[in-house]
């Protein structure tokens, strides 16, 4: 009895001692888990175990519909197989792409692998941890996604031409989750392809929030905003009221010059003049005299 006792206390050491070991190595950052280098074996057939033990379990409950083999749902999943899958899983005729080529564990290629329908079903719908693989069930709906599991039932039978033609007559991406809808647009502004441009674009620059407006000039007012300061710009043409002048933006002395004797005729109808000593004398306005020579118009209108 003691012996076993004793067995059984060396054990729970020995596992005691593992498990804080591994915790320190992996606390450590020890185990490397870049895609460019493969699991231990140990590791790898432990994961490979439990992912595939997983899937069965669940799938093992689903109710397969019936009809899979309907053309009509293979054809719809193969447009939706060829936008969304190709690039991890291929199709036929298809070389590895950069993308299949850098996952780890590497996705399998369906053109050579069948899956059976309720595992494929349960794959695509809730993903895979940790693999690339997303789970579409987040935008697609269960019915769309067993036309593609019906599709996979067929892959693996299809040379390159005879992909191509179902892809062709699918009807493309579509699955019911906005893959295929114009994005919204406040002013319902659309660009070339059909779809709206987005707000702050190059060819409708007004930002996210802006009210709609008129570009073109209206009358009476500015036409741009210079958008550093605020004021109104006025590099394009203006309308103005029938009192304005025409020349109104052209650059103008604020008052007018005097010479070095004789300031500007005041209101009043006097006249100052300002001695070289800073001193300044008023005496009556003299009778109007013809323009003078120094450039500025004396004139009372």
Known sequence: MKTNKRKFLVVSVLIGLAFLGGAAAMYAGVYNVAADDPHTRPVYAMLETARDRSIAARAAKLQVPDGLDDPARIRQGAGNYNAMCTGCHLAPGMAPTELSKGLYPAPPDLTRERVSAAEAFWVIKHGIKASGMP??????GDDYIWNMAAFLQELPKLDEAQYAALVASSG??????????????DDGEMDDHGGAMPSGSATHPHPPGTPPHDDSPASGSHAGMDMGSGQA????????????????????PSGKTTSPKTAAKPATGTVEHRHADGTVESHPAPVPNPPSNDGHDDHHH
């Open 172 to 185: 493309g991406h579509s699955h019911g989750g906005g893959e295929t809808e114009p994005h919204g647009h």
């Open 233 to 252: 710009a006025e590099s394009k043409p203006h309308a103005h009221g029938p009192n304005t002048p025409a020349d109104h933006h052209a650059p103008r």
């Open 135 to 140: 789970a579409w069930g987040k935008s697609m």
